[in-house]
């Protein structure tokens, strides 16, 4: 699986849209892009996912760079329970296992 | 709907004691399974996955290991802990990969 890089932490003020980066400059054309999330002492919740057009649902929109290198989780008007730790992760397909890194320590701030 | 139970909730249990974590889940049939760690602090750390009764795949050499005995049910045992093995795990499930993950509530445990 292709390696992910994430910046350490971030901070994004309430109401502002919060656009969290990843790096995956060695992702192969079967591999999907997933992000996930995780609230203090809770298990990780599955946020979006894509191949390479751009995605959106009711949490967040996923924006994949044209060459799939790199790509941005944009969470359009944060708060508060938006803080914490978001995971990106690229996944080849019938690949059952997901690696996750250390992510991106979001702290939406009041 | 599918749903995912793992207990307990919190566990202390001392250096030298054997663990046993369970979780199940409900709604689904022949689901992928998977054991996480996460140290405090620390990533998500993936200990076991199975994608079928009687197959287990070990990611992570250690004193644990996972077995499971029903479609729906898999078990994280260890004979002896160590202090190294307090952490957060959690059990996890998919119905296939472009499903993504469903994560259970987790376990703490702390070894003293």
Same mark, same amino acid.
């Given at each position: 699986?292709?390696?992910?890089?994430?910046?350490?932490?971030?901070?994004?003020?309430?109401?502002?849209?919060?656009?969290?980066?990843? =790096?995956?400059?060695?992702? @192969?054309?079967?591999?999907?892009?997933?992000?996930?999330?995780?609230?203090?002492?809770?298990?990780?919740?599955?946020? !979006?996912?894509?191949?390479?057009? =751009?995605?959106?649902?009711?949490?967040?929109?996923?924006? !994949?760079?044209?060459?799939?290198?790199?790509?941005?989780? !944009?969470?359009?008007?944060?708060?508060?329970?938006?803080?914490?730790?978001?995971?990106?992760?690229?996944?080849? @397909?019938?690949?059952?296992?997901?690696?996750?890194?250390?992510?991106?320590?979001?702290?939406?701030?009041? | 709907?599918?749903?995912?139970?793992?207990?307990?909730?919190? #566990?202390?249990?001392?250096? +030298?004691?054997?663990?046993?974590?369970? %979780?199940?889940?409900?709604?689904?049939?022949?689901?992928?399974?998977?054991?996480?760690? $996460?140290?405090?602090?620390? +990533? #998500? $750390?993936?200990?076991?996955?199975?994608?079928?009764?009687?197959?287990?795949?070990?990611?992570?050499? $250690?004193?644990?290991?996972?077995?499971?005995?029903?479609?729906?049910?898999?078990?994280?045992?260890?004979?002896?802990?160590? #202090?190294?093995?307090?952490?957060?795990? #959690? %059990?996890?499930?998919?119905?296939?990969?472009?499903?993504?993950?469903?994560?259970?509530?987790?376990?703490?445990?702390?070894?003293?």
């Amino acid at each position: 699986d292709a390696k992910t890089t994430q910046p350490t932490s971030m901070d994004c003020a309430e109401g502002r849209a919060a656009n969290l980066p990843c =790096n995956h400059s060695t992702i @192969s054309g079967n591999e999907y892009v997933y992000w996930y999330r995780q609230i203090h002492s809770q298990g990780p919740q599955y946020i !979006i996912h894509g191949l390479k057009n =751009n995605e959106t649902n009711e949490m967040a929109s996923l924006i !994949i760079t044209e060459d799939r290198k790199s790509s941005t989780l !944009i969470l359009p008007h944060a708060t508060l329970r938006d803080t914490a730790v978001y995971y990106c992760i690229v996944l080849a @397909s019938g690949t059952y296992k997901y690696i996750f890194g250390t992510g991106t320590r979001l702290k939406v701030l009041a | 709907s599918q749903t995912i139970h793992q207990w307990p909730a919190t #566990l202390v249990q001392p250096v +030298g004691s054997p663990l046993s974590l369970e %979780c199940t889940v409900e709604g689904t049939s022949n689901p992928n399974l998977y054991w996480y760690r $996460q140290a405090a602090g620390r +990533g #998500l $750390q993936l200990l076991f996955y199975s994608v079928g009764i009687g197959q287990i795949s070990s990611e992570v050499p $250690q004193n644990l290991s996972a077995s499971r005995p029903q479609d729906r049910q898999f078990i994280l045992s260890s004979k002896k802990l160590l #202090l190294s093995d307090s952490g957060f795990y #959690l %059990c996890a499930w998919t119905a296939g990969y472009l499903r993504g993950y469903t994560f259970g509530s987790g376990t703490r445990l702390t070894v003293v």
